[in-house]
């Protein structure tokens, strides 16, 4: 089993529309979770890190849940510049990232 | 602030030949990653340093693969001999502390294609 599970899409979607995807991880010993974002023959960037709590940047909300080891992101009102592939990442120890295959958005004007 | 810089950013060489990257990290940086990503793939770690020690490179192929970072600065990854599953793009990744909850800021990438 991969330790990080994503649903590849592609969600393609209009513009102003919401979407969303969850990710699934094996560890339930994970610390830290992330969405990095990876423009299309670009290097993955931050795009925000995931709290217990739940939490919120611009547009753009992450979802934690531990009881069923997955966590959500959720794009409102999306762009035309949200379209690029969207990387689950999970903290596995003190010092390992591993990365999910990625969720590819395309926005359609 | 300078980003992490990688060279080169393209190579193209043929099966059972030898080829080398280079990386050179965000200065201050403690930790560096080498990761392969294969088209379609999430990226995978090839081995992490932590200044000039490897904390893991449990997925290295350490038959064809080496890396090393001698002064805890720029890093050399190398292949030696090609294989084709060899193609992907070597990321290189540098982060500040310890790695682990930390931010990883990434290189623009070298892409092999091996023939």
């Known amino acids: 089993r991969k330790e990080v599970e994503q649903d590849p899409g592609p969600f393609n979607v209009p513009e102003g529309a919401t979407v969303a995807f969850n990710c699934t991880y094996s560890n339930s010993a994970s610390q830290s979770f992330f969405w990095y974002r990876q423009d299309c023959r670009k290097e993955p960037k931050l795009l925000m890190s995931?709290?217990?709590s739940g939490n919120e940047d611009g547009r753009f909300t992450a979802q934690l849940n531990r009881a069923s080891q997955y966590i959500s992101l959720l794009i409102r009102d999306s762009k035309l510049s949200d379209s690029a592939t969207y990387l689950c990442?999970?903290?596995?120890?003190?010092?390992?990232?591993?990365f999910g295959a990625g969720t590819t958005v395309t926005v359609r004007a | 602030e300078a980003g992490v810089a990688q060279s080169p950013r393209y190579k193209i060489i043929e099966k059972r030949q030898s080829v080398a990257f280079w990386c050179n990290p965000i200065s201050g940086h403690a930790t560096l990653y080498w990761y392969q990503q294969i088209l379609g793939q999430g990226p995978k770690l090839l081995i992490q340093?932590?200044?000039?020690?490897?904390?893991?490179d449990s997925q290295l192929p350490k038959d064809r693969f080496s890396a090393e970072r001698l002064k805890g600065v720029d890093s050399t990854l190398k292949i030696q001999p090609a294989k084709l599953e060899d193609s992907a793009v070597y990321l290189c990744?540098?982060?500040?502390?310890?790695?682990?909850?930390?931010?990883?800021?990434f290189g623009p990438g070298t892409r092999l294609l091996v023939l």
């Open positions: 990442v999970v903290n596995e120890n003190d010092y390992k990232l591993s």
């Open positions: 995931v709290y217990s």
């Open positions: 340093f932590q200044n000039n020690g490897v904390v893991d």
């Open positions: 990744a540098s982060s500040p502390g310890q790695g682990g909850g930390e931010t990883q800021y």
